[in-house]
């Protein structure tokens, strides 16, 4: 549980507060007490009309607050952090998608490269504790060696969006570094659950089978994912806040692992620990909607790679964390959404 009182009252900062993570990290704090800004542009890269109906529920509580601002907006971002001082600060917005990155790759240099050193300035200057900041198992690209742990290089990412987000990583640390901003970064393993993002598999999925179209399952169905309940995620970004990275001027950089520093700045893998062939999940999907799948196995797709998954011994050594949610309960309860938002 959040100690309520650790900032004496003053606000975390959410960015991407209208996204799905965002938005399910943004409800836990408020009921724990804690007051939230959030920040967003309500883009158009999915419908607007689902992040606005996530701010709708988070604006019932009078402890948040709302900003609509682009992260890439300099001036806004630089008067947003001047008004008020954010010791915790989370930043989860990004211009998301590994295809997605092979059509509009400017967006990324946009949001996930100028908006986040936005993010870092605001840091610097506005005297952050704790700046925790949304990786993603992209970054691990070509590697081979399973489970992923943080302890491994990740110099070989096979997409712009698994570049950018490697790119987060290292702008933090030296920030780090020069300024001593504490930083954590997290590397998201394919979280999912109710208000999921329609451009994720789960939702792609359930519209197909919903809609009785065949379902496009890439490297002939023998993809695996690390799919990690968002409740798993949020409960972990929680554990972390507290658990600020220091520096330590007596540890050499020389033959440190990748995921650690003498900076205060720190690496960990969000999964869960056990990935799933997407087979397996259509099948629960297939069960839950009491449909069969028309089912097209394909060839691999440029910027994917064949399985993810994630090693969390760090983790649960540091914040004594691991999932709870199994496959079969995260997909009814995600299933159980889908139905009441889409009236299905």
């Known amino acids: 549980m959040i100690d309520a009182t650790t900032t004496n009252g003053s606000s975390v900062l959410v960015t991407g507060a209208a996204g799905f993570i965002g938005f399910h990290l943004a409800q836990r704090l408020l009921q724990a007490g804690r007051r939230v800004v959030g920040i967003d542009n309500l883009n158009s890269y999915y419908d607007p009309a689902l992040k606005r109906a996530r701010l709708g529920i988070l604006g019932d509580d009078p402890a948040f607050r709302f900003v609509e601002l682009d992260l890439a907006d300099r001036r806004g971002m630089r008067d947003l952090f001047a008004a008020q001082r954010f010791p915790v600060v989370i930043h989860l917005a990004a211009q998301a998608g590994v295809r997605?990155?092979?059509?509009?790759?400017?967006?990324?240099?946009?949001?996930?490269?100028?908006?986040?050193?936005?993010?870092?300035?605001?840091?610097?200057?506005?005297?952050?504790?704790?700046?925790?900041?949304?990786s993603s198992s992209s970054v691990y690209g070509a590697n081979t060696k399973l489970p992923f742990s943080v302890h491994d290089n990740v110099d070989h990412p096979v997409s712009l969006y698994a570049a950018s987000k490697k790119a987060n990583e290292l702008m933090a640390h030296a920030y780090s570094h020069l300024y001593g901003i504490p930083a954590t970064g997290l590397r998201f393993f394919t979280v999912y659950g109710p208000w999921y993002r329609p451009d994720m598999a789960l939702s792609i999925f359930s519209d197909a089978i919903v809609s009785g179209r065949p379902i496009k399952l890439f490297n002939h169905g023998r993809m695996r994912r690390d799919f990690t309940y968002v409740d798993d995620v949020t409960e972990a970004i929680v554990r972390l806040i507290e658990r600020v990275p220091s520096a330590d001027p007596n540890r050499s950089e020389v033959g440190l692992h990748p995921g650690v520093s003498a900076a205060p700045w720190r690496i960990y893998n969000i999964g869960n620990n056990k990935p799933e062939e997407l087979t397996t999940v259509v099948e629960l999907l297939e069960a839950e909607f009491g449909r069969k799948a028309v089912k097209e196995l394909l060839p691999m797709q440029p910027g994917d790679v064949p399985a993810t998954y994630a090693d969390i011994e760090d983790l649960a050594r540091e914040v004594n964390f691991r999932p709870a949610t199994s496959i079969e309960d995260g997909v009814r309860r995600f299933v159980s959404w889908y139905r009441a938002y889409w009236r299905v």
């Open 100 to 134: 997605y990155s092979l059509q509009n790759p400017h967006a990324y240099a946009d949001s996930n490269l100028e908006g986040f050193l936005n993010v870092l300035e605001g840091c610097r200057h506005g005297g952050c504790d704790h700046l925790l900041f949304a």
